[in-house]
């Protein structure tokens, strides 16, 4: 089914525009309300307090007003301010946040996740930086028509494979990836396929993200973080996290933090 329609340009039911004057209604002082042009969006929790002891970050004094709920929105000040938020996780929050931070005035997005490892040389701590992205999540396809795999915006994708080739602090690799919004249905046929594929690492977000910034035309690219790895047999064991992870994790958030405060 084709859920993506080019040329439906009806009326948008529950608008972003709609839920931002909703919360600004409420508000007393909507002076400093707003996003900045550079917006990270981190996928799980704990990542500004990893974050923290390198900058300085403050929460803004309102939320981001998004439909499927309000969270806090934090800033890295600088030459350029950065705005970022917590807890992006699966497809449709995500959505629904970067919708919001786009009407808000977000004009580049640069995501961070986590994501298991499908290709057998990956391990643990490992990071990948998608250049194509399968899509196996439901939100993307209200954007774009099935047949076409998510992709970053080029300039953004080349300049962050160039900033960590520099760095060399951390096994990179780059490639595709797959996003899918079914966790227990990554079954093993199903990630033989994807490693028969190519596919790297499989997250629940990016998928979402890259097309939807597509959509509106806004510069985006994104950068995974491997969680965890499993040996794709009948008897494999799935391992998840460890030092190493949180060794690498907080290395790679720091470093695309430094990229995005350069881009």
Same mark, same amino acid.
């Given at each position: ?5 080019p ?8 608008s972003?525009?709609?839920e ?12 400093? %309300?707003?996003?900045a &042009? ?5 996928? +799980? #929790? !704990?990542?500004?307090?990893r974050?923290?002891s ?7 004094? %309102?939320?981001?007003p ?10 890295? &000040? ?16 995500a ?12 004009? !580049?997005?640069?995501?961070? #996740?986590?994501? =298991?490892?499908?290709?057998e ?8 930086i ?5 899509r196996?999540? =439901? ?24 900033? %960590? ?7 990179v690799?780059? #490639?595709? +990836? ?5 966790? %227990?249905?990554? +079954? ?18 990016m998928s979402a993200?890259?097309t ?5 035309n ?6 995974l ?17 460890g030092?190493i992870?949180? !060794?690498n ?13 350069e +881009?």
């Open positions: 089914m084709n859920w993506h329609s040329d439906d340009k009806s009326r948008i039911i529950i972003p525009q709609a931002i004057e909703g919360y600004t209604n409420k508000l007393g002082d909507t002076a400093d %309300f707003g996003i &042009e550079r917006f990270l969006m981190l996928e +799980t #929790g !704990k990542d500004i307090s974050l923290q390198r900058y300085s970050i403050k929460q803004e004094a %309102f939320q981001l998004a439909f499927l709920g309000k969270r806090p929105i934090y800033a890295i &000040e600088g030459d350029q301010k950065i705005s970022l938020i917590e807890m992006a996780c699966s497809a449709p929050v959505v629904d946040a970067l919708e919001i931070a786009i009407a808000m005035g977000c004009k !580049k997005l640069f995501a961070f #996740g986590l994501c =298991g490892a499908v290709a040389k990956l391990n643990v701590g490992d990071v990948i998608p250049t194509e992205i399968m196996e999540e =439901g939100t993307s396809y209200h954007y774009a028509v099935g047949n076409k795999n998510a992709r970053p915006d080029e300039n953004l994708k080349q300049s962050l494979l160039d900033f %960590f080739a520099d760095k060399q602090q951390l096994n690799y780059s #490639g595709k +990836t797959v996003s899918t919004d079914a966790v %227990f249905r990554q +079954t093993l046929k199903k990630e033989l396929n994807w490693r028969a594929n190519g596919i790297l690492g499989v997250d629940m977000e993200l890259l939807v910034a597509e959509f509106h806004i510069p985006a690219v994104s950068l973080v491997v969680s965890d790895k499993h040996e794709l047999t009948d008897s494999g064991k799935w391992h998840w996290g030092d992870l949180e !060794k994790r907080k290395i790679a958030l720091e470093l695309f933090v430094e990229f995005v405060m +881009t």
